[in-house]
């Protein structure tokens, strides 16, 4: 599956925004999609995950609370709803796709099948 992430931006602290990640391919609706990000100077994070169905989320405890990961698979579309932005959320953000689970996801980024170009999100204080 190839991904493409839109949505990033500039944004003062406490405000919000939604990066989408669209899918080609047939079999959108068979992988868990995720966030992760990663911010100059350090390592890639993960942010949130989403079961193939939809039925299971995973959150960072750094965003838990703030952000929201969604998703349309009649449009082979992921969500990020990113709400009181800070700060420290400044980074590229790329979203990832594998038939694994949303265990495996986080645990082994480094086989993750697909990962999306990175779009930045900016937040000054």
């Known amino acids: 599956v190839q991904l493409q992430a839109s949505g990033g931006g500039f944004v003062q602290a406490g405000g919000s925004l939604r990066l989408s990640c669209a899918a080609s391919?047939?079999?959108?609706?068979?992988?868990?999609m995720g966030w992760f990000r990663q911010a100059p100077g350090k390592e890639r994070e993960f942010v949130a995950a989403?079961?193939?169905?939809?039925?299971?989320?995973y959150y960072a405890d750094s965003v838990k609370g703030r952000f929201t990961i969604s998703r349309d698979n009649a449009k082979n579309t992921v969500y990020l709803q990113m709400n009181s932005l800070k700060p420290e959320d400044t980074a590229l953000y790329y979203c990832?796709?594998?038939?694994?689970?949303?265990?495996?996801?986080?645990?082994?980024?480094?086989?993750?099948?697909?990962w999306g170009q990175g779009t930045q999100v900016t937040v000054s204080s």
């Open positions: 990832a796709a594998d038939l694994g689970t949303i265990t495996t996801m986080r645990s082994r980024p480094e086989g993750i099948e697909s």
């Open positions: 391919g047939r079999t959108f609706s068979s992988y868990t």
């Open positions: 989403i079961s193939w169905g939809g039925g299971s989320t």
